[in-house]
Each structure stands twice: as C-alpha cells, then as structure tokens.
C-alpha cells in the first residue's frame, strides 16, 4: 500500500481502539478507508447476507487487515472494540490468556462476544493447538447463527488459510486478501497472483486461487469439485464428463451434439468468465479432441464432499 493509504488504515484502526462515539469526523476516515480496500472485500463485507461472528482475513499486510477488522466493527458492531496481538507468543501462553483455567467455564473471548468486537493477529504455523481450541469453543458457541445478538465479532488475521481446520472454516466467514504488487516476483502480469497453491472450500463454496477468494454458484463448485477428484492432476475426456457429472450418456459416442455438450460448455465458460481476472488464463482448458483439464493445481480440504454420478 501507498503510505497515504497505510496512514488511513492506522488512523481508522486508532478510532475503533478508542471506542469512540461515532461523529462526523470519525464517518469520513471511514468514508476514506472504504476507498482502499479492495472491491471484493467491500463485496464480501457488504454482502446482503450477514457475516457470521466470526471472521478471518487471509493476509500478510497487518495494516490492511487492521483497516478491514475496524471496517467491519463499524459497519456493524456497537460495542467496545479491543485487539490482541500474539506475536511471539506460544501455543501455551495463547491458551492460558484467551482460556484461564477459573473461574470454571469462563474464558477471555467470552468478556468479548457479549455485543463487543475482538481482533486478534499474530497467530502463525506454531499455534496450530490454538486453533484446536478455537474449534471446540466454536463447537459449543455455535457461531454459525449471525442473528444472535448477545455475541460480538472475533475477527482473527491469519497469512495462510492452511492453518484454519476445515471444520472452523465452516463455522466462519472467510476475507481473503491479493498480495501487494511490490510482492510479486519481477515479470508478473498485474493482477495474477505469486502463490498459485489454490483451495476449494466445501459448505461456503469459495475458490482461493492464491490469495484471491472467488464465491462459485454450488453447481459451479460440484462440478470443480469432480474435475479435481476424477482428473488427479490429468485430463478428462468430455464424454466421461458428461456421462458421470451431467449423466448424459456419451461414453460410446465419437460425435458429440450441441445439446449434449451444452450443459458442460455453460459451466465451464461460466466458471472461466468468474476466475479469470485473478488467473489471467482459463481455469478448464482444453487439450483438444474432447480433452479438458484445470490449468493450475486445486487442493481439496480433508472431508470436502465428492461428486457422484
């Protein structure tokens, strides 16, 4: 980010901090910082659907991230705004500050989710038992209803999405975040991103090609879902494709008509159309003579449903 940029981010991060009531001064830094966050943020953010109470943003840049948890603090929270930062921390003194052991059944997140906002950031590869724990106060909190009032938001900044169990991804609302032009390696096209490892989520149905969260139609996600499983890193042939996705039967049949392959043509242009700004190529190429194949690596997480025929 610019600097004039990063100063907007850590002035609107300063305000939430502060618990401020809200004043006309206060409504145009965050005017300013809408400006700055990234059109699919906003997108996600401002969706109709109400973000569940807890959000993690995928990111190495803290202070677009700090930018984006008190833009969501003050789109809809109303309470007390606070932020952890356990950098440096181990698993062990994470535990023991969000989870002391007394009083009995109580613990720090739950002075936070009472209507009050938490950020925490600094969690890394050496807290994977945090995360654990997270999962079983998800478990029982059930934060998956965004329409309890009593709970805040627990907004948790993490760099890589490989580090949240699947299960927590089901239970969140997931922010990602495109690097920053100046971290891309030299003679990177604008607008393809340096970390081509991509993710397809199951429940939400969001595609991380790299860092770049695309939400696919679930027909769109069924269907990448069986191009991964069944290619394992190869091509499928388009009769198999439609016999054992679409269950039109052409595995026989040398010549394919317009109205059996349509069904396939309509999904994958539609899906290519969807990825192509953060890929800058087709995401189903064709390999020609009826062949297609996925032109980058798509890992599915641990439990992600499987297409059948």
């Not at 300063?14 to 700055?36: D, G, H, W």
Request: aromatic share 10%; with cysteine; proline share 6%.
């Amino acid at each position: 980010m610019k600097s004039k940029e990063i100063e907007i981010c850590r002035n609107a991060f300063s305000l939430a901090q502060r618990n401020l009531e809200k004043s006309q001064k206060q409504t145009e830094v965050f005017k300013n910082l809408q400006k700055i966050i990234p059109a699919e943020i906003l997108e996600q953010i401002e969706s109709p659907k109400k973000p569940l109470h807890c959000i993690f943003v995928i990111s190495s840049d803290f202070d677009l991230v700090a930018g984006i948890a008190s833009y969501i603090y003050h789109v809809y929270a109303s309470g007390s705004f606070t932020h952890l930062s356990y950098s440096g921390y181990t698993d062990q003194q994470i535990i023991s500050d969000l989870f002391p052991p007394s009083p009995p059944n109580k613990f720090r997140l739950d002075h936070y989710l009472k209507g009050r906002t938490l950020f925490i950031s600094g969690l890394g590869n050496n807290h994977r038992l945090v995360f654990k724990r997270l999962l079983g106060v998800f478990r029982e909190i059930n934060f998956s209803n965004p329409y309890k009032k009593e709970f805040g938001f627990l907004i948790i900044s993490v760099e890589d999405i490989a580090l949240i169990p699947q299960e927590l991804m089901n239970l969140s609302d997931m922010i990602g975040i495109k690097s920053a032009k100046k971290d891309l390696p030299a003679g990177t096209p604008e607008g393809v991103p340096e970390d081509t490892s991509s993710y397809l989520l199951n429940n939400t149905n969001y595609l991380h090609i790299g860092r770049t969260p695309i939400k696919l139609a679930p027909s769109h996600a069924d269907f990448l879902r069986f191009m991964v499983n069944e290619s394992k890193g190869s091509f499928l042939e388009l009769q198999y494709i439609l016999t054992y996705h679409y269950g039109i039967e052409t595995m026989n049949k040398m010549t394919l008509s317009k109205d059996e392959r349509r069904p396939f043509d309509k999904e994958a242009n539609k899906i290519n159309t969807q990825c192509k700004k953060a890929l800058q190529k087709d995401l189903i190429k064709s390999l020609g003579d009826k062949k297609y194949t996925l032109s980058i690596n798509i890992k599915l997480p641990k439990n992600s449903p499987k297409d059948s025929p």
